[in-house]
């Protein structure tokens, strides 16, 4: 049985617990799939029209290597932009 590691990752920076007002998208489409398989997480916070993206690297021993993320600005696989936008919340 897994256990389960507190991240501290809240759950409205998770692909699926929030709406895409900007879907993520690049020249490979592999982009899209990093939202969905949990590797990129998206903020809170904008830089312009964008909301920061960052990713939660672990070391070998499953710690984080910094607690607050590391900020990703373009994909890592084909070099575009990140550019994506959460929706408002709904009140």
Known sequence: MQGK????VPA?????GFEWAKKPQCSCGRL?????????FVANM???????VYMMPVDSDGSFVRRSGVQV??????GD?????????KK
């Open 5 to 8: 590691i507190d991240t501290g």
């Open 12 to 16: 409205d920076h998770v692909e699926g």
């Open 32 to 40: 899209e799939h990093a939202f969905e398989e949990k590797f990129f």
């Open 46 to 52: 904008t830089e312009g029209d964008d909301f920061i």
């Open 73 to 78: 600005a373009h994909c890592p696989w084909c």
């Open 81 to 89: 932009k990140i550019r994506v936008a959460k929706s408002p919340k």
